[in-house]
């Protein structure tokens, strides 16, 4: 068996895009209709895939739901893992680490650098003996999502020149980088105005090994999107495109359909997002 992390489900995946030059989708799911649905959309198109679920699903529908997503993940005919996105409380990190996820993206951006980077390598060392692999942000990613604070526009970028030095003492195996992306609406002029490319190609020169993740992805932008990939970006994160359109339907369709066929349908439609997202990214076809 191969040695940490490369026997780690996320790193596999994240690793293979890698050395594929694509990326794969990080689905961000609140309940079973978005893990069947993101599965589903992964094994039809034959697409690596990470189901991504916030520390509120842990405390709001308990460990035997984070048993089950893992569960679902690990028996799909095309590779999945379980990630845990946005662990920004101290205690949800060690509680994290009892349960079967693959991944964890420890969020101490708020913390001072060093701070950070204190905290960070030290989970990655528990992490390790675990078999789990850690995702750090490196700079502050601005706005808000589930269980991350909203804070100024005036982001703290990630420092090309500093992120080497930040995975070197942390060994965290993924890193978010901040280039302008926000979590929740953008200001006027949106992705196009905000994301800093050169930054993030600077970023992945001077740190070639490392594996690039981003965030604030809404609303999706096609050709930048695919700007990103060819930069570096390996695991892209994708939350509000899929519940827009998996709220529309139930919404126009609540009291018109019954329960069964309700829950069929509003899958199928996050299914055809989920599939558009995992074609952009180029992952299909991909899995090993």
């Not at 609406?185 to 993740?213: A, F, M």
């Not at 509000?240 to 899958?267: A, C, P, W």
């Amino acid at each position: 068996m191969s040695e940490y992390p490369y026997n780690n489900r996320t790193f596999q995946i994240l690793d293979a895009a890698e050395k594929g030059g694509y990326a794969v989708a990080a689905f961000n799911c609140y309940n079973t209709d978005g893990i069947l649905g993101s599965i589903r959309a992964a094994e039809r198109m034959n697409s690596p895939a990470i189901i991504e679920i916030f520390p509120w699903s842990m405390h709001f529908h308990g460990p035997e739901f984070i048993k089950f997503a893992s569960a679902a993940c690990h028996a799909a005919s095309v590779p999945i893992s379980l990630h845990l996105d946005h662990c920004t409380v101290e205690s949800d990190v060690y509680k994290a680490l009892e349960l079967p996820f693959d991944s964890i993206m420890v969020d101490a951006s708020s913390h001072d650098p060093e701070a950070n980077i204190k905290f960070v390598g030290h989970i990655v060392q528990l992490a390790k003996k675990r078999g789990i692999t850690i995702e750090a942000e490196m700079g502050r990613i601005v706005g808000g999502e589930d269980g991350v604070p909203t804070v100024d526009m005036e982001a703290l970028y990630t420092e090309p020149e500093l992120a080497a030095e930040f995975v070197e003492r942390t060994g965290v195996h993924f890193l978010a980088p901040s280039i302008g992306n926000v979590h929740g609406p953008y200001p006027p002029g949106g992705p196009e105005k905000y994301w800093q490319l050169d930054r993030l190609e600077k970023i992945k020169k001077l740190s070639p090994s490392s594996i690039l993740v981003l965030h604030g992805t809404f609303p999706i932008i096609d050709d930048l999107m695919r700007k990103t990939v060819a930069l570096g970006i390996r695991k892209v994160n994708l939350n509000r495109n899929l519940h827009d359109v998996y709220l529309d339907f139930l919404s126009r369709s609540v009291g018109k359909l019954e329960m069964t066929k309700l829950q069929e349908d509003s899958i199928a439609a996050w299914m055809q997002e989920a599939e558009r997202c995992i074609q952009l990214l180029g992952s299909d076809g991909k899995a090993a």
